[in-house]
């Protein structure tokens, strides 16, 4: 049965779609099977892997909403080992047609459910925002990894998060746990952005991945050429950086080993 992780923080811009992305296909690579649940009306996810909306015939907006089968709406990426559940922007009017449903914080777990025993991972790349379609990923979820950016107010807004994840194991998943706290878009030639990985480390500890993102030009063109990293430029530092953290999260699941020089600093 697959372990479900949902990529969360209410903030925009912080590398939660890029990691959604990045991790999966790294996760795929490493010969796991893999779903990465596109649950933002943006669709970035889904686009970053090549699919245009107007090719898309079912998403999650009906697996949510209509009750379909996820098996019909899931796509096969270019790893072969990697399958999407797309969005797209009528996602948006879904929390509207959630409100009345009996169950309506556990319609996404019911989902899952569904293709659960299909795949050893499952990542849900989570809208930015705490409203009902985040509360349900994370009510479906077994952990968060919650992405960080090394910049100025990097730590705003995270206690109302954590808040959320409190109430959430409080009424809905008791058994929900935080992964880790990503740090991303890190600019080693800056001050700010040492003092960022500092105090969360400090504020967090063993919680924080050892694994640190980078800022990189490829890792930013990739999802214009609908590609992951490791397919777009797999010598790119970004592609080192994110294989590394894929490792660093199978040893935390007890799933591999991770060598010290592939830890990314």
């Known amino acids: 049965m697959a372990k479900v992780i949902a990529i969360a923080n209410q903030k925009g811009g912080v590398g939660k779609t890029t990691t959604a992305i990045n991790l999966s296909a790294s996760l795929a690579v490493l010969e796991k099977r893999v779903l990465l649940i596109d649950a933002d009306p943006q669709a970035n996810a889904t686009s970053g892997f090549g699919f245009e909306e107007k090719n898309v015939k079912a998403t999650i907006y009906e697996c949510l909403v209509d009750g379909a089968n ?20 009528d ?27 299909d795949y050893d991972y499952v990542l849900i790349d989570c809208l930015p925002s705490l409203g009902l379609i985040a509360l349900n990923a994370l009510a479906a979820a077994d952990s968060v990894i919650i992405p960080i950016q090394c910049e100025f107010f990097a730590l705003d807004g995270l206690a109302k998060l954590l808040n959320t994840i409190r109430m959430v194991q409080g009424r809905l ?15 080693s030639r800056g001050k700010l952005a040492n003092q960022v990985v500092e105090d969360v480390r400090t504020h967090f500890g063993a919680m924080a ?9 490829k890792l930013s063109e990739a999802p214009s050429h ?11 530092s970004g592609s080192a950086a994110y294989m590394s953290m894929a490792r660093e999260f199978l040893q935390r699941n007890n799933a591999t080993e991770i060598n010290n020089e592939d830890k990314q600093l």
């Open 70 to 89: 996820p098996r019909d709406a899931i796509l096969q990426t270019e790893l072969k080992t990697l399958h999407l559940l797309p969005s797209r922007v």
């Open 91 to 117: 996602l948006v009017g879904a929390e509207l047609e959630l409100v009345d449903m009996p169950n309506r914080d556990t319609v996404l777990r019911s989902v899952i459910a569904q293709v659960r025993d």
């Open 173 to 187: 998943n008791p058994a929900l746990g935080i992964e880790g706290f990503l740090l991303t878009m890190y600019d």
């Open 209 to 217: 991945f050892e694994t640190i993102i980078a800022r990189n030009v």
């Open 226 to 236: 609908g590609k992951p990293i490791i397919l777009y430029d797999a010598q790119a």
